[in-house]
């Protein structure tokens, strides 16, 4: 296995600083249990009187489902550990846990349901919108193309092979839309859009600002849909977050151009703008700056962070559905941060070094990665050669950067 040679590369064990008590997420009472009642509903069960070890000897902790684990491991300095024991429980319990309900998640251009399992884990699905083999059309623009179930499960595991750990687990997954959506949803706006096509699959679209109609139906063969499931980060109720707008942020308009494309000293305004005046801030802005290049996404107007960490933690990398769009030609302009700052972390440049040799290919070890995924295979073949040949271009830069 190339995955398990490159974890055990001293690159990839470099230490985390010391998590102290004020860099967790949430402070975790050790007496209470998470028990699933035999009268077969599930929910939690909080006693004051609830021993610290239970009487098979496991702790509180080990009552958890995997989701509530997820949520309490994440600190400061990583969502969720290099050696994390828990992840492929997670990605099984994302691929196989039985759905209770299914919602459409308000907001966005294209339809995504909010789905519950019965230990009250909630992922974010994302259907299917086209097939693998699929290039966007090179006329579209970036901000009117599809959302990719496939991109967002091979994001995922591209941004655990470069170390960043910043995008919440993803798994695909069959869905019954009979069974799994229309049956179960409580949803009555959603509930009224689905159909039964002139094929004789069943249908249905949602409600939404851009892709919602029978003419963008998401159909079943005859009800089973493809998808992608995210594991959801703690509501923000619990755990705030803040949106930043990115400085490289695109115009979004047809024919103007943003600051940053007309400006090439316009790195320079941005190191002396808060919060990038100070700390990595600006350096983690690069780093998904390469996640994005690598993957072809250009739709990255924000990003976020967890808001008790203030300025000194990890950027999230949400919402990855417009990558692995195009194979055949690559787009320069989403490395403007590192070709107009010059600047990366020296411990992301030494492991994009070592991605581009052979033992520890990028495109090797991402083909690796998405062979347990149950939709496998995710990505056509075209769009893993295409991540060396940009990783090259990546490298390119730095080294320019380096000759300056």
């Known amino acids: 296995s190339k995955l398990a040679a490159l974890f055990e590369h001293p690159l990839y064990n470099i230490p985390v600083p010391e998590v102290t008590e004020k860099d967790k997420l949430f402070i975790v009472n050790p007496m209470e249990k998470f028990s699933l009642h035999s009268s077969g509903s599930d929910e939690w069960v909080s006693s004051s009187k609830a021993e610290a ?31 994390d024991p828990l992840l492929p429980t997670l990605l099984r319990d994302l691929a196989t846990q039985r759905i209770v309900s299914s919602v459409q998640k308000s907001g966005g251009t294209q339809l995504k349901l909010i789905m519950t399992f019965p230990n009250y884990g909630q992922a974010l699905f994302k259907p299917m919108k086209q097939t693998r083999d699929q290039e966007t059309p090179i006329d579209f623009f970036y901000f009117s193309d599809f959302e990719r179930h496939n991109a967002e499960i091979a994001a995922f595991h591209l941004d655990r092979i470069l170390d960043f750990r910043r995008i919440p687990p993803v798994s695909g997954r069959l869905v019954n839309i009979t069974k799994e959506i229309r049956d179960i949803t409580t949803d009555k706006k959603l509930a009224k859009t689905f159909f039964i096509s002139p094929a004789g699959n069943v249908c249905f679209y949602g409600e939404c600002s851009y892709y919602c109609s029978t003419e963008h139906a998401l159909c079943g063969k005859p009800d089973l849909l493809e998808g992608s499931m995210a594991a959801l980060l703690p509501d923000k109720t619990l755990a705030k977050r803040r949106s930043w707008r990115s400085p490289w942020r695109r115009s979004y308009h047809k024919s103007k151009k943003a600051e940053w494309e007309l400006n090439p000293n316009y790195c320079a305004q941005v190191r002396e703008t808060p919060p990038y005046d100070r700390g990595h801030r600006l350096l983690d802005l690069i780093d998904m700056t390469v996640l994005d290049f690598l993957m072809g996404n250009m739709d990255r107007h924000h990003y976020e962070t967890f808001e008790k960490f203030g300025n000194d933690t990890f950027l999230l990398h949400l919402d990855n559905g417009r990558g692995f769009g195009t194979h055949s030609r690559d787009e320069p302009s989403i490395l403007a941060p590192l070709q107009q700052c010059c600047s990366i972390k020296k411990s992301t440049y030494l492991r994009l070094q070592l991605l581009a040799t052979p033992p520890y290919r990028l495109s090797d070890l991402l083909r690796e990665a998405l062979a347990a995924d149950p939709l496998a295979p995710v990505l056509a073949e075209p769009h893993l050669r295409a991540l060396d040949r940009r990783l090259g271009k990546v490298l390119a830069v730095v080294g320019h950067c380096l000759a300056r």
């Open 53 to 83: 070890l239970l009487p098979t000897g496991k702790t509180a902790y080990d009552t958890y489902p995997g989701w509530l684990k997820f949520h309490v491991g994440i600190n400061r300095y990583e969502l969720y550990p290099r050696r």
